[in-house]
Structure formats: C-alpha cells, structure tokens
T-cell receptor
Framework: AQTVTQSQPEMSVQEAETVTLSCTYD???????LFWYKQPPSRQMILVIR??????QNATENRFSVNFQKAAKSFSLKISDSQLGDTAMYFC?????????????FGKGTTLSVSS | KAGVTQTPRYLIKTRGQQVTLSCSPI?????VSWYQQTPGQGLQFLFE???????NKGNFPGRFSGRQFSNSRSEMNVSTLELGDSALYLC??????????????FGAGTRLSVL
C-alpha cells in the first residue's frame, strides 16, 4: 500500500525567509504523481504544485519549488520569500497513474506559520 | 468558472440519524471524489464517481455511500451516524477520470458535527 509521511507537524518562519517542508512516500509504482496542497484557515484546499514522477526536472511555481528525489522517494517543498499569506497547513499527496481512479493519498500535514 | 460548491457548509446531527451532503463540480468536470478529514486520521479517501459510476472506494463501512447524477453533481450519504463521523467532508472534482495527472480541485467542505 502507498503511504505518505510528513515528519514535521509544525514549522514557523519569518517573512521573506525560505522554508523547506519534507515529505517521503512509499510505493512500488513507477508512474505516479505527487502534489503539495495548501489548506489555509478558511479550509479551502488549494493546489500549490504538482510533480510527474517520470519527469526528472523539479517543478516550480513562482516562489514554490520542489526537490524530487525518486530513488529516495522524497518530495520536499521549498517556499522562498515567505509571505504572511503562506500561513496554512500543507499536505503532501500521492496518486497512482491508474485508469481505475484517481484517489489521493495524503500525508498528515505540516502547519506552517509565517510571522512578521 | 465557478469552483467546486459544497452544501451545506455546516451540519449538526445526532447519533443514529442520517445525513446527505451535496457537491457540485466545476463545469465540465466529470469526476468527483470525496474525502473525510479528521484531526486524528487526517485526510482519507472515501470514494470517486465518474459518469455516474463509482469507480474507486476507500476503506469505509457501508454506512457511507454516494451517487453521481447525469449533470455530474454528487451526493454522499452517511446512515446511522456515529460520534466518530464528525469531520470535515471535502469534495474534489477533476476534468477527466482515469488518469491521475488530472488535478483535483477541492470545495470548501461540509463540517459535520455528530452529537
């Protein structure tokens, strides 16, 4: 069975600093997708970034980038120039490349607090 | 384009009752998935519907059921409510089913409290 582990329950950072959130996963699949979702206190889950496992190049979206290490099954999220609006719970998620469906498997989440 | 809409936002029920939650996907999205979020268990997949058919199911008891209508709107039902069913229920829609590359867009959720 696939599992996703986020080892940092809580993190805090000052505005403008850089922070890295960790995620490891376990799967025997070769083709899959990894995601980071953000859930602010308003609770709306928002996609931050997506990585396709067959692509070696790390995905980037503005201030957000990932470090994808397929052999190590590691998928960390780096947030540069942190902003107050980045305060949220961040979930790492995995889904198989599977015609039978698209169930997301989530980690337990990391609560990130950005302060001024 | 309107996002994923879930109604109601909040529900309070008592043990033994049943409840129905509704989800309207983004226009053009045919796949709808449901997730349960609790502080203890985190986010867990309930089921996925595509073209009115349940295509995938998580590890939940039969008290949890759902359906999808021809307009892709989906409902989930929980019968004989238990205290442990108190949770945030999230619905997500995606443009096409059958390929995990499709991004799931989430609604704001329904907060269910069972007393």
């Amino acid at each position: 069975a696939q599992t996703v582990t986020q080892s940092q329950p809580e993190m805090s950072v000052q505005e403008a600093e850089t922070v890295t959130l960790s995620c490891t996963y376990d799967t025997s699949e070769n083709n899959y997708y990894l995601f980071w979702y953000k859930q602010p206190p308003s609770r709306q889950m928002i996609l931050v970034i997506r990585q396709e496992a067959y692509k070696q190049q790390n995905a980037t979206e503005n201030r957000f980038s990932v470090n994808f290490q397929k052999a190590a099954k590691s998928f960390s999220l780096k947030i540069s120039d942190s902003q107050l609006g980045d305060t949220a719970m961040y979930f790492c998620a995995f889904t198989r490349f599977n015609q039978a469906g698209t169930a997301l498997i989530f980690g337990k989440g990391t609560t990130l607090s950005v302060s001024s | 384009k309107a996002g994923v809409t879930q109604t109601p936002r909040y529900l309070i029920k008592t043990r033994g009752q049943q409840v129905t939650l509704s989800c309207s996907p983004i226009s053009g999205h045919r796949s709808v998935s449901w997730y349960q979020q609790t502080p203890g268990q985190g986010l867990q997949f309930l089921f996925e519907y595509f073209s009115e058919t349940q295509r995938n199911k998580g590890n939940f008891p039969g008290r949890f059921s759902g359906r999808q209508f021809s307009n892709s709107r989906s409902e989930m039902n929980v019968s004989t409510l238990e205290l442990g069913d108190s949770a945030l229920y999230l619905c997500a829609s995606s443009e096409m089913g059958g390929s995990s590359k499709n991004i799931q867009y989430f609604g704001a959720g329904t907060r269910l409290s069972v007393l």
